[in-house]
């Protein structure tokens, strides 16, 4: 497990990182440095979801992907401006004073299911995905389940990373071919724990990301607050 101290600053060239963030590992005792980091907009998003849980899933993956961005691109988290492409896929742009990021522009995208949040960072293209496997009650071995939990989620992951599953039709999964994307798109499927939410010790999650085929190495962290860290 890392703190946002222990991780690296930099991707190195043909790196994606992926960053396992569980909900439970953010509360009750980073919520106030997290609402001081996403940005008015955003608090008011966040606060038009009734469910406080929902709102609370709301700052933290928002939170870290701030946290996370800040801290790759040497800037305050919280004066981050994003802009949206026509299909809706979010992009840095400036920070709120102005400034325009020259370097290189990091691709992002981030993904929430039950009390887990994937958030992927690369310098090419990528989209991640992640859902809780469907609990089975009548067949002792889950692995059916599983596979198709996780057919589902390479196919998200493809569709997020091309854009085209934001503000467009959704796609039957057979419609989508990472090797025929432009630019080709390679699948990686991540292993997480079965036990990694707290909250939800028996259950299962499958998660993908799908990124630009120069990627070839995927480097996965577990985030967790400070006073989390052992």
Known sequence: MHT??????TLSPGHAHLYIVVIA???PVALDVLQATISAEEQTRMRR????????????????LRLLLGRHLDREPVRLAF?????????????TIGDAITEPPLHFNLAHAGGVVVIGIAERPLGVDVEMVPATTTAPDPGPAFDLTQQWVRHEALQKATG??????????????ATEASPPLRVVDISLASNLDPARPEQTYAASVAMDASLTTVCTFRLV???HHP
């Open 83 to 95: 802009r949206t492409g026509a299909r809706g896929k979010p992009w840095i742009a400036t920070d």
């Open 4 to 9: 946002l101290a222990t991780l690296p600053r």
């Open 25 to 27: 590992d953010w509360l």
């Open 225 to 227: 607050a400070l006073s």
């Open 164 to 177: 085209l599953g934001l503000g467009a039709e959704i796609l039957e999964p057979q419609t989508l071919d």
């Open 49 to 64: 979801f009734r469910q406080h849980a929902d709102q609370e899933r709301f700052l933290v993956a928002h939170g870290t």
